[in-house]
């Protein structure tokens, strides 16, 4: 199911302005956070690989799935029943504490997951429509069909994680290390505005 399935058409005019508003997020986010980095540059999949393939340089991954759009990764899910899930993975390993933020926008329905430093679902912050998909289906600032931002602060092998300001996991444990990953699954999930930074 496409993009375009879900959300509305723009003109070329509001693409193009949402294409500067997303390169001025990354531009700001720079400057308000220091020590931030990208994870995702806005406009391709550099930094990024999938089924061991690496994607510098490239604006889509091979099945299609993974897509640069207007400054915003567009993650398409899988038609099959049951669904196919696939990930791309940051060509980074992370072993030390670190604090990740990252702007979504989930279709309805839409389900898609975080990886944190292996593919184990105990390990995998669920993403999703979270009204209608759960697991989180009581958060009060959660905006359906709109941006949401998502922290993950890890302290050695557990990860703190909030979306919005409200908390979503206050001990998950994870591996000491490996890559971030961010999962195909059903529907689609926009991704914006990534970035890390090393420590806490």
Known sequence: ????????????????????????????????????????????????????????????????????????????????????MTEIDSSDSFDGDFTLRLEFRASENANSGLHLRDKEFRHQLQIRDYPRVGPYKDLKSYRPGDWNTIEVIVTGTRARCFCNGELLEDAMEIPEAGPISLQSETNVIEYRNIRIKDGR
Do not use: Y
Not at 59 to 66: K, L, Q, Y
């Open 1 to 84: 199911m496409g993009l375009h399935a879900r959300f509305p058409a723009r003109s070329a005019r509001s693409t193009v302005v949402a294409l500067l508003a997303a390169l001025s997020l990354v531009a700001a986010s720079r400057a308000d956070e220091p020590g931030f980095r990208p994870l995702f540059n806005g406009t391709d999949l550099t930094g990024w690989c999938h089924d061991g393939a690496d994607l510098a340089g490239q604006t889509s991954a091979a099945d299609g799935r993974f897509v640069v759009e207007n400054g915003v990764l567009v993650i398409t899910g899988s038609e099959e029943t049951p669904p196919k």
